[in-house]
């Protein structure tokens, strides 16, 4: 019921997190300064106004520095130019999930301005100004909900005191609406550009001072808000990371060994070299960290088409002594005798398993497994790098986590941080893959060694063969439902991979609070751990988008051996309306569990007769803060060929900032579920990937999407992401309609496994 656990195992992640959790409160707020310390950090009048959270600003972003002292830095919000440009800069990476538009918006709520009056700019990166910035774990929303209201409030006070003074009337007779401010005694109005100056002359108040709105009083969250870089995008303009160019760039491609460890041994360097276009072959030691510069071959030219048609010429042998050997059939045996066998330890538990299982009326057995499978975003990797002569080092990429590409950038080139510049590209996919910054160490490993801006771009094949896998795995339950068909308890041996023999892989753990959890009163996960070396790595909702399918799909069994309604049986699991651990918004709340699993049900018709070979199925699940429950109606041939016709999506992320967003974050979510439970997987023999393109890797087509009718609960808790938690119901949910309709039950991911396809 809580996925925190899943980035516990890589390093780097490990402290992105614990970064994270630091910084959740709200950072100190510029107060009580004087004049002139005001002006240095806001600006001098008839810069117009600008309002951070810390510290001082600097000329950038169209804030402008203090003349009568060097500038500081500073970690700008909101600017109001006198022409009534009302800037609002987005600080988090823009990867499709919307917080460019999203979380401006929650300045302008504030703030009280017209969204027509809003100009959206993408900050620069910089954690000393603006704490992490980040994609990732649907954590955008709630990491920054407060710092961005308050940023918007205190601005929206500010310009209300100087109109105030202006009509030499109280403050508090004065209110905001629409970029102006109103005294309605006097029937007058000022706008916000025009009180900007004057606004920038005057104290700031204190963060506790200033009063946030009710939700009654929103006017533009919840919304439907197009996002900003729409007309951007469908008008061709160079928004993503593959279109960046700068003047004198060549063109890179980098080969690896497609087994994980391999390095080059022989490669026919000058006949490369001789082909057309082509500027330079070399090999690259690295460092041997997946994380950052593997061993391989670098071909750089005059295009990428150069670069790709000298790479066909390429003939490399790989020194293998040190690859990984995985092999995923070799591990689908292994996983079998590891069931049959004591665990390796205990995960977590609660009451006494073994007598419950002893003395219950019924018990089922079931065992559950699935894939791994690849990110495959539409934007292969890439970065452009240019490592210059005085030692700085300037970059464009399309990162997840850009902050962390700084970090790494440095270490290859052997430079400060302060000496890297990496500008923020919106990115065409990522859902995890780009936490990894590989790509951009790569880049900076070749620009050094040329000396030039160099474009390094991935190939499909590259992208699919050297992923940060979304984990496979094997769950073995045995659950006990005692004499009125209540659960009594449930067990599940969880066997996962590891990389060094004592802790599970990236992504691979299933940590603790998964459902039922302490909700079934004698439960117990074990856990063991099979031989693994292939990189493995965060996927959408990571650890949560395949535990759900396991343990929903087995609490489906459970019901049905019960001989009772799934929703009914569900409802009662989860008991009497509380938090499963009071003031942690990381655990579930039953109450808001139990609301979105009748949500979903009433609007979707639960428990109507459905035609031969059609089904309804149910599922729920909880991660990154997110309640969600979903429903599935589904009809089967008698040759397993399926169709989704429609999914039912309830949700509780507490107040929705951009509704169009969240919804299409929804739809996206079920898409995506769909499109890789179907038949979606990466196999591995001698430690290669067997799938590397679309051929055998078969991407949902349009013609299979289902219908998707979303609803929210927009209950009074702080808001979460949505990116992320709406994925997980959605394969139980298909499978459990799977098996309402055809009577087979379905415990392997993807479906295709079982013989199931896209009707």
Same mark, same amino acid.
């Not at 916000?192 to 969250?221: H, I, M, Q, T």
């Not at 997840?400 to 430079?415: C, F, H, M, R, S």
């Given at each position: ?20 959790? &630091? ?62 440009? #009302? ?7 823009? #990867? ?51 710092? $961005? ?20 009337? &109280? ?51 919840? /919304? ?11 008008? =061709?303009?160079?928004?993503?990371? #593959? ?27 000058? @006949?490369? /070299?001789?082909?057309? =276009? ?35 010429? $390429? ?25 049959? %066998? ?13 007598? !419950? ?26 970065? $452009? ?17 850009? %902050? =962390? ?51 390094? %771009? ?43 023999? @004592? ?15 302490? $909700? ?28 759900? +399918? ?43 569990? &139990? !609301? ?43 040759? /397993? ?97 799977? +098996? ?20």
């Amino acid at each position: 019921m809580t996925t925190r656990t899943s980035w516990a195992h890589n390093p780097a992640a490990k402290k992105l997190m614990e970064e994270i959790e &630091a910084r959740r409160a709200l950072p100190a707020v510029v107060r009580g300064a004087s004049r002139r310390q005001f002006f240095k950090m806001t600006g001098l009048a008839g810069a117009g106004l600008v309002i951070g959270m810390a510290g001082a600003c600097s000329k950038q972003n169209g804030a402008v520095a203090a003349s009568d002292g060097p500038a500081a830095d500073f970690n700008p919000y909101v600017q109001i130019t006198p022409a009534g440009v #009302i800037r609002i800069f987005a600080k988090n990476p823009e #990867i499709g999930q919307g917080v460019k538009t999203s979380l401006p918006m929650i300045v302008a709520e504030e703030l009280d301005a017209k969204w027509e009056d809003v100009e959206v700019v993408q900050s620069e990166i910089d954690e000393s100004r603006y704490g992490p910035q980040f994609a990732g774990g649907s954590l955008s929303t709630p990491m920054n909900w407060d710092r $961005l209201r308050q940023a918007g409030a205190i601005a929206k006070a500010m310009l209300i005191a100087a109109a105030a003074a202006e009509w030499d009337v &109280a403050a508090s007779e004065c209110s905001a609406r629409d970029s102006a401010v109103h005294h309605e005694a006097s029937d007058k109005s000022l706008s916000y550009g025009a009180l900007a100056e004057a606004a920038a002359k005057g104290p700031v108040p204190a963060a506790d001072a200033v009063k946030l709105k009710d939700r009654s009083d929103y006017r533009l969250l919840g /919304k439907r808000i197009t996002g900003v870089d729409n007309e951007a995008i469908v008008t =061709g303009k160079p928004l993503f990371g #593959i279109d960046q160019t700068v003047p004198g760039m060549v063109y890179a491609t980098y080969v690896k060994c497609p087994a994980v460890g391999g390095r080059p041994a022989t490669v026919n360097i000058e @006949e490369v /070299k001789a082909r057309p =276009g082509v500027i330079d072959v070399f090999t690259i030691d690295g460092d041997g960290d997946p994380l950052s510069v593997m061993p391989g071959v670098a071909i750089v030219a005059k295009s990428t088409w150069a670069a790709f048609a000298a790479r066909r010429a $390429l003939n490399v042998e790989w020194d293998e002594s040190d690859a990984s050997k995985d092999s995923t059939s070799a591990s689908d045996e292994a996983a079998m005798t590891r069931a049959t %066998q004591a665990p390796d330890s205990t995960v977590e538990s609660f009451g006494d398993v073994e007598a !419950a299982l002893s003395g219950a009326a019924k018990t089922i057995e079931a065992s559950y497994a699935y894939a791994f499978v690849s990110h495959a975003q539409l934007e292969p990797e890439n970065t $452009l790098a240019h490592y210059k002569e005085d030692g700085a080092l300037e970059i464009w990429s399309p990162t997840q986590t850009p %902050q =962390g590409a700084v970090d790494l950038a440095a270490k290859v080139a052997g430079v400060e941080p302060e000496k890297v510049t990496l500008h923020q590209t919106r990115i065409g996919g990522g859902f995890g893959r780009r936490l990894m910054n590989d790509y951009v160490a790569e880049a900076v490993a070749i620009t050094k060694r040329v000396g030039k801006p160099v474009k390094l %771009q991935w190939t499909r094949e590259d992208d699919m063969q050297h992923d940060f896998y979304r984990p496979g795995g094997y769950h073995f339950f045995k659950g006990g439902l005692d004499g009125d068909g209540r659960l009594a308890a449930w067990r599940n041996h969880f066997v996962t991979f590891s990389g060094d023999g @004592e802790s599970p892989i990236t992504a691979g753990d299933i940590g603790k609070g998964v459902f039922p959890g302490e $909700l079934a009163g004698n439960y117990k996960v074990e856990r063991s751990l099979l031989d693994w070396n292939t990189p493995s790595g965060w996927w959408r909702a990571p650890s949560s988008c395949t535990i759900a +399918f396991a343990t929903q799909c087995f609490a489906h069994e459970l019901a049905i051996a019960a001989g009772r309604d799934h929703k009914e049986f569900l409802l009662e699991i989860m008991g009497e309306p509380r938090w499963l651990k009071e003031g942690d918004p990381g655990v579930m709340n039953t109450g808001r569990a &139990a !609301a979105v699993i009748n949500l979903a049900c009433e609007k979707a018709a639960w428990g109507r007769m459905m035609p031969k070979g059609a089904g309804l199925g149910l599922a729920f699940y909880f991660s990154h803060q997110g309640h969600f429950a979903e429903v599935a109606e589904v009809s089967v041939s008698d040759d /397993k060929a399926v169709t989704v016709h429609k999914v039912w999506v309830a949700a509780d992320i507490g107040p929705v900032i951009n509704m169009s967003g969240a919804e299409n974050q929804c739809e996206g979510s079920v898409m995506d579920g769909l499109s890789t439970m179907m038949g979606l997987e990466v196999n591995f023999e001698n430690g290669r990937a067997l799938e590397t393109n679309f051929d055998r890797y078969p991407i949902m087509r349009m013609r299979h999407a289902p219908e998707v009718d979303v609803h929210f609960i927009q209950s009074d808790f702080p808001p979460t992401g949505a990116g992320e938690p709406a994925l997980p119901p959605l394969a139980p949910a298909v499978a459990n309609a799977i +098996f309402a309709a055809t009577g087979d039950r379905v415990r392997q991911l993807p479906l295709s496994r079982s013989g199931y396809r896209f009707a």
